[in-house]
C-alpha cells in the first residue's frame, strides 16, 4: 500500500525558504508521477509543481515559478520541494502526492494517493 508522509513545514518570515520532504513506501516509485498541492483556509487545493519520480519537465505553478524546485533521493524514496523567497500568500497546508500511470497531472484528481500534509506558515 503506497504511503507518503510530509515533513519540514512551519514558521517563516517572509524572504525565508523551507524544504519540505515527502518520504513515499509501499509502490515502485520509478514509474511514478509526483505532485505538490498546497490549499490555504477557504480555498480550493491547487497545484504546485509536478514531475516524473525518473526525471524529466517538471511543471510548477505560476505563483511558485522560480521559487520553489522539486527534487528527489532515490536512494531515500524521498521526494522534496525547495520553497525560497517565500510570501505571505504562500501560507497553505501543502501535500505530496502520486500517481503511478507517470502523468504529471495539475489536477488533484490525477492522483490517488495523498499524504496527509504539513502545515506552512509565511509571516510578515
Known amino acids: 500500500q503506497v504511503q507518503l508522509v510530509e515533513s519540514g513545514g512551519g514558521l517563516v518570515q517572509a524572504g525565508g525558504s523551507l524544504r519540505l520532504s515527502c518520504a513515499a513506501s509501499?509502490?515502485?516509485?520509478?514509474?511514478?508521477?509526483m505532485g505538490w498541492f498546497r490549499q490555504a483556509p477557504g480555498k480550493e487545493r491547487e497545484f504546485v509543481a509536478a514531475?516524473?519520480?525518473?526525471?524529466?519537465?517538471?511543471y510548477y505553478a505560476d505563483p511558485v515559478k522560480g521559487r520553489f524546485t522539486i527534487s528527489r533521493d532515490n536512494a531515500k524514496n524521498t521526494f522534496y520541494l525547495q520553497m525560497s523567497s517565500l510570501k505571505p500568500e504562500d501560507t497553505a497546508v501543502y501535500y505530496c502526492?502520486?500517481?503511478?500511470?507517470?502523468?504529471?497531472?495539475?489536477?488533484?484528481?490525477?492522483?490517488?494517493?495523498w499524504g496527509q500534509g504539513t502545515q506552512v506558515t509565511v509571516s510578515l
Open positions: 514531475t516524473r519520480w525518473s526525471g524529466g519537465t517538471t
Open positions: 502526492a502520486a500517481n503511478r500511470f507517470g502523468v504529471a497531472g495539475t489536477e488533484p484528481k490525477s492522483y490517488p494517493y
Open positions: 509501499g509502490g515502485t516509485f520509478s514509474v511514478y508521477a
